[in-house]
């Protein structure tokens, strides 16, 4: 029997999963919101739904495997709110399913490390809307659950290189701030990796290697332009955005032996500087 995808929130990360899976011939259904983005799906080979009103029958019938991207909002996980009972229905038939979340949940260590075993103890409410929504999936019953908590996610289109050349970046110093940080391609390559070593009620942290402060990615990306150090701005006079603010707002380093030592992932940009320079030698 075939593999079949169910994709809910079908975005940035799932679509480089579906490029890993399309061409070993899974079928993957993915759900958007936007009709313009349901043509680009369809063309990747992907059978879009569009949602919340779309015919999701054909999805639900075949599904053997399901992956939750979409974020959660004041109201809870908004797949469960439309297709709780679907799911519930679906869970005994699937043979694993995916849940993305975030580091967030883990809250602010000053720069400490984090693993799996660590209190989830958000200090953003963007955190507690996702410990809610990760409580949220793991309570129905017989879902072959695995949960993958995301660093920051960079790669093609998603990197530093546009605001260097155009000027506008700045590097923000607050003083011990670390981020962890994974390349989109890894991200697919640890679901795939997730996908043929099943482990239901696992968590799984989604980063790479080195940790490091974000005015040193800013300025690795200027020199391999070859462009001036865009300046410091020290961060309390630092003017951001409230969402960009609220990632200052916590600190830590995020282990991910989980994933080389249970799933045998090799990543394939293992720091930000490999994975920068990929992306520049994509460009050109």
Not at 56 to 81: K, Q, W
């Amino acid at each position: 029997m075939g593999k079949t995808l169910i994709s809910f929130g079908h975005g940035y990360s799932a679509r480089a999963l579906a490029r890993r899976l399309l061409p070993k011939g899974w079928t993957i259904y993915g759900t958007t919101r936007s009709p313009e983005k349901a043509e680009g799906l369809r063309a990747e080979g992907v059978r879009p739904v569009l949602w919340p009103d779309g015919d999701l029958s054909a999805a639900f019938a075949e599904a053997t495997h399901l992956l939750a991207s979409a974020g959660p909002d004041a109201d809870g996980d908004p797949v469960l709110a439309h297709c709780e009972a679907e799911i519930q229905a679906l869970a005994p038939r699937l043979d694993w399913a995916g849940y993305l979340s975030t580091t967030g949940v883990y809250g602010d260590h000053q720069g400490g490390w984090v693993d799996e075993t660590t209190p989830l103890a958000p200090s953003t409410r963007r955190g507690r809307l996702r410990v809610a929504a990760e409580a949220q999936w793991q309570a129905i019953e017989g879902l072959p659950l695995h949960i993958f908590r995301l660093a920051g996610i960079y790669g093609p289109g998603r990197g530093p290189f546009e605001k260097v050349r155009q000027g506008t970046a700045r590097r923000i110093v607050k003083e011990g701030q670390v981020f962890s940080r994974i390349h989109v391609d890894d991200i697919a390559q640890v679901l795939e990796a997730s996908i043929d070593r099943p482990n239901p009620g696992a968590a799984y942290n989604v980063c790479d290697n080195d940790p490091a402060p974000p005015q040193d990615v800013i300025g690795y990306a200027a020199e391999l332009l070859g462009l001036p150090l865009p300046p410091e701005v020290p961060f309390d006079e630092a003017q951001m955005s409230p969402m960009a603010r609220s990632f200052y707002a916590e600190s830590k380093r995020v282990d991910n032996r989980r994933i080389h030592e249970e799933l045998g992932v090799r990543l394939l940009f293992p720091g930000y500087r490999s994975g920068l320079r990929a992306l520049l030698d994509a460009e050109t």
